[in-house]
């Protein structure tokens, strides 16, 4: 399956961002697709994901309570709304793939297939 993140862009503080992954080439609701982003200097890092069929999400931390992933696997694309933004959510936004149990949502290692990810950058 081949990834396209879009959507980020320059915000204030505050604000908010959706931003977009949409995927080609194979049946999507075959995949557990997960949000990492990594900010400069820094390593990746988990954000969220969601279950095959959208029922199930989980959260990083510092997204709980600000951040939203859903999908929609008619358009074959996965969301993430980002809600209060923070000068510290600022980083490059990656979607990523994974056809393995929901039990490996959060580990980076486990995923299969990666985008390109997209900018995000919060001004204070």
């Known amino acids: 399956v081949q990834l396209q993140a879009s959507g980020g862009g320059l915000v204030q503080a505050g604000g908010s961002l959706k931003v977009s992954c949409a995927a080609s080439g194979r049946t999507f609701s075959h995949y557990i697709v997960g949000w990492f982003r990594q900010a400069p200097g820094k390593e990746r890092e988990f954000v969220a994901a969601i279950s095959r069929n959208g029922g199930s999400t989980t959260y990083a931390d510092s997204a709980k309570g600000r951040f939203t992933i859903s999908r929609d696997n008619a358009k074959n694309t996965v969301y993430l709304q980002m809600n209060s933004l923070k000068p510290e959510d600022t980083a490059v936004y990656y979607c990523?793939?994974?056809?393995?149990?929901?039990?490996?949502?959060?580990?980076?290692?486990?995923?299969?297939?990666w985008g390109q990810g997209t900018q995000v950058t919060v001004s204070s």
């Open positions: 990523a793939a994974n056809t393995k149990v929901w039990s490996t949502r959060n580990q980076e290692s486990q995923y299969d297939y």
